[in-house]
């Protein structure tokens, strides 16, 4: 392994844990390349593309899209810049046969497990409103200027197809039995690193920061 070799970090926990915030954050501290799968997969879906037919189904049910569809769009991202400049993975691995195909072609330094009870979840999930540009709002915890409107685009705000209460319910049962494996299996290796994922965003990344 060369001293030089590009980080990988992976973010881990369950929907609504704070992942893509976190990740963004990262990106700019670190300038790593953010992989977000969901937000590769919506793109996607909106594009049209071969990939996006296919997985929007399961997307809107809140299952989780097939190990060969998401293994290949990850390989591909991983052949591009992201592999020199070093890398955030938000979304996956989220099962064991995508982190058994994510270790066959690079190495984890580091595994951020970010927790927050599920009872939490729920309220800020279905809360959780999006701008078409990727910003993100919720409308109790940070609530835009004016009701449904993105602050910094202007863009009409829009909540996710699965960010209902019974898509959430079925995503949080698919985190429980496909990707708490992941996270006991990357722990066997030493490289996992719990951080509370409750509070304020600024201070969830600052205990980030701590533990990389
Ligand atoms: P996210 O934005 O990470 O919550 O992902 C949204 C949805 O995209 C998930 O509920 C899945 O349907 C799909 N998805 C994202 N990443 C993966 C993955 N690694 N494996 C399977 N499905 C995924």
Known sequence: MSADRAKGIILIGAPGSGKGT??????????????????????????????????????????????????????????????????????????????????????????????????????????????PSGHVYHVKYSPPQADGVCDKTGEALYQRSDDTPQKVQARLGKFDSETRPVIA????????VGVDGVGDPDEIFTRIMAVL
Request: charged share 25%.
């Open 185 to 192: 299996h990357y722990q066997g290796k030493g490289v996992v």
């Open 22 to 131: 976190q990740a963004k954050k990262l990106k700019e501290q670190l300038g790593y390349a953010h992989i977000s799968t969901g937000d590769l997969l919506r793109a996607a879906v909106k594009a049209g593309t071969e990939l996006g037919v296919k997985a929007k189904g399961f997307m809107d049910e809140g299952q989780l899209v097939p190990d060969d569809l998401m293994i290949a769009l990850l390989e591909e991202e991983l052949a591009g810049p992201a592999a020199s400049q070093g890398f955030l993975l938000d979304g996956f691995p989220r099962t064991m046969p995508q982190a058994q195909a994510l270790d066959a072609s690079v190495t984890i330094d580091k595994v951020v497990d970010i927790q927050v009870p599920f009872e939490l979840i729920e309220e800020r999930i279905t809360g959780r409103r999006m701008s």
